[in-house]
């Protein structure tokens, strides 16, 4: 499904059905740097006051925050369908 973005025509497609695998924070590692934020090539993630949030909406599981991470905070589990 294409959801409309903004008022230049822009679409976003929704990725998240292309996952098999999927990433989840550890909270306890996170050091809420934003480095997941900044290399997520789909904003999954969010940061909300001090914290970093994540969003699996649009995550199309592609693992780029995971090999970023530099406190190894974001595991990576099998996707359940």
């Known amino acids: 499904m ?3 973005y ?6 976003i497609l929704e990725t998240a059905g292309w996952r098999s695998f999927r ?8 050091i809420n740097c934003g480095i997941c934020l900044v290399y ?4 999954s993630f969010r940061k909300e006051g001090k914290e970093i949030k994540l969003d699996l909406s649009y995550c199309k599981g592609c693992g780029i925050c995971r090999e970023e991470c530099p406190k190894d905070a974001i ?7």
């Not at 903004?6 to 679409?11: T, V």
């Not at 989840?24 to 996170?30: A, T």
């Open 40 to 43: 997520c090539p789909v904003n």
């Open 2 to 4: 294409k959801v409309p």
């Open 23 to 30: 990433p989840v924070m550890n909270k306890e590692k996170c």
């Open 6 to 11: 903004g008022d230049q025509g822009l679409y």
């Open 75 to 81: 595991d990576w589990v099998k996707e359940e369908k």
